[in-house]
């Protein structure tokens, strides 16, 4: 069972350069998330779509883009990278629209900005 | 003020010990509340969801104080495998996102 997959799981980054991480989850689930992982500091939301085709801001969406594809897919677009963007980005999905069930992780992105 | 905040440990604690950990969110409309745990470099995965009578799985017993807005979470006769990094996740009902505290960690040791 794959559950969440997120890609690349390592990539390094120049100052400026831009990349998008992508998501798939392959169990129909209808809300989808994108958190970052900063030691000390906990997960923090970027971006959430509750639904195929809705997206919204989390607590630190400057500097990135998302795109719900279809209802399997959630990416993330970093447009011009910063060092401050370097850090564990990590994909989520859950059953409902409402959220209130569980969260399933993917095994997260390392990502570096030099 | 952080929305969600968490002591951060270190928790150091022997086998066998019980160990609690306190949680307090600052919205009072929040609505659904959750402990997960993370290894080192690894996904949060879910523990347990905290209903507002208080709720056990096994050696875990997770408590809900709504008017106080903490939530905490016990564990009885620490095994060595309970080591990690424990999470407290808090929903708002007027917002989809979920909001992670920093994280506890805890080490139990032989």
């Known amino acids: 069972n794959a559950g969440v997959t997120q890609t690349p799981k390592f990539q390094v980054l120049k100052t400026g350069q831009s990349m998008t991480l992508q998501c798939a989850q392959d169990m129909n689930h209808n809300s989808m998330y994108w958190y970052r992982q900063d030691p000390g500091m906990g997960l923090r939301l970027i971006y959430y779509s509750a639904s195929e085709g809705t997206t919204d801001k989390g607590e630190v969406p400057n500097g990135y883009n998302v795109s719900r594809l279809n209802k399997r897919e959630f990416s993330l677009r970093l447009e011009s990278a910063a060092p401050s963007q370097t850090s564990v980005y990590f994909c989520?999905?859950?059953?409902?629209?409402?959220?209130?069930?569980?969260?399933?992780f993917g095994e997260g992105s390392r990502l570096t900005v030099l | 003020r952080k929305e969600v905040e968490q002591d951060p440990g270190p928790f150091n604690v022997p086998e066998g010990a019980t160990v609690a950990f306190n949680c307090t969110y600052s919205n009072s409309a929040s609505q659904s509340f959750f402990w997960y745990r993370q290894d080192c470099r690894k996904e949060p995965k879910l523990l347990m969801s905290v209903y507002s009578s208080g709720n056990e799985d096994g050696r875990f017993t997770a408590q809900l104080n709504r008017a106080s807005q903490y939530i905490s979470l016990l564990i009885r006769d620490s095994k060595l495998s309970d080591s990690a990094t424990y999470l407290c996740v808090v929903r708002t009902y007027n917002n989809n996102d979920m909001r992670f505290g920093a994280g506890t960690r805890l080490t139990v040791k032989p």
């Open positions: 989520a999905s859950t059953r409902n629209r409402e959220g209130t069930g569980e969260l399933f």
